[in-house]
């Protein structure tokens, strides 16, 4: 497995949950920083959240105090739990792996993207 493999994303109602997972390659996992980023229609492709080998995490304005990310080292597994969904957080959301995280900044590893996977927020 060379690249992430996104999973978890659906149709939800406003106000509605959904856990997002990432299966990463597995390749030195443990000490890669993690992202997720998400693209809306017809909009430019934006990070959300990232978390450092080390548990450090960093968050867009925009979802702060709603999502989470977290890591599970043993499964290989990056995780986005999204609570409070509005209709704005619709997009594609893709998985990160290897990115550069230093000093609160996250740059993404043009490397290793996922395909990518479909979140829809009825209002």
């Known amino acids: 497995q060379v690249q992430p493999v996104e999973s978890g994303g659906g149709l939800v109602q406003a106000g509605g949950s959904l856990r997002l997972s990432c299966v990463a390659s597995?390749?030195?996992?443990?000490?890669?920083?993690m992202g997720w980023y998400r693209q809306p229609p017809g909009k430019q492709r934006e990070l959300v959240a990232a978390?450092?080998?080390?548990?450090?995490?960093k968050y867009a304005d925009s979802v702060k105090g709603r999502f989470t990310i977290s890591r599970d080292n043993a499964k290989n597994t990056v995780y986005l739990q999204m609570n409070s969904l509005k209709a704005e957080d619709t997009a594609v959301y893709y998985c990160?792996?290897?990115?550069?995280?230093?000093?609160?900044?996250?740059?993404?590893?043009?490397?290793?993207w996922g395909r990518g996977t479909q979140v829809t927020v009825s209002s």
């Open positions: 990160n792996e290897g990115g550069i995280f230093n000093s609160g900044t996250y740059i993404a590893n043009v490397r290793s």
């Open positions: 597995g390749r030195g996992f443990s000490r890669n920083a």
């Open positions: 978390i450092h080998m080390g548990g450090g995490t």
